[in-house]
Nanobody
Framework: HVQLVESGGGSVQAGGSLTLSCVAS???????MGWSRQAPGKEREGVAS???????AYGDSVKGRFTISKDKAKDTLYLQMNRLKPEDTAMYYC????????????????WGQGTQVTVS
């Protein structure tokens, strides 16, 4: 069972930047991994995902602003978020397992506990 621990959330003004990190408890080099988010009253949505070959996928609302990356040696996933908007405010969850398709539809095999991002 893969455990995922997120960090890096916080409060930031619109136009600012944050970087989220996710450390996996075990070997995830061959896993697709990604980030999803859930705002109050809304369904969880896939934000960005990456497969073992480095192919990435992004939700339309974050394309050009967010960048997903993975340090395979450290089993750590990152999400660099630039030009943040108030509508990016949500709990952000790290996810692993499944395909890029699964991750972009917020249907991974494993979830982290989440880290809150608030943009004002």
């Amino acid at each position: 069972h893969v455990q995922l621990v997120e960090s890096g959330g916080g409060s930031v003004q619109a136009g600012g930047s944050l970087t989220l990190s996710c450390v996996a408890s075990e070997y995830t080099r061959d896993y697709c991994m990604g980030w999803s988010r859930q705002a109050p009253g809304k369904e969880r949505e896939g934000v960005a995902s990456i497969n073992s070959d480095g192919w990435t996928a992004y939700g339309d609302s974050v394309k050009g602003r967010f960048t997903i990356s993975k340090d395979k040696a450290k089993d750590t996933l990152y999400l660099q978020m630039n030009r943040l908007k108030p509508e990016d405010t949500a709990m952000y969850y790290c996810a692993a397992g499944g395909s890029l398709y699964d991750l972009q539809r917020a249907r991974p095999k494993y979830w982290g506990q989440g880290t809150q991002v608030t943009v004002s």
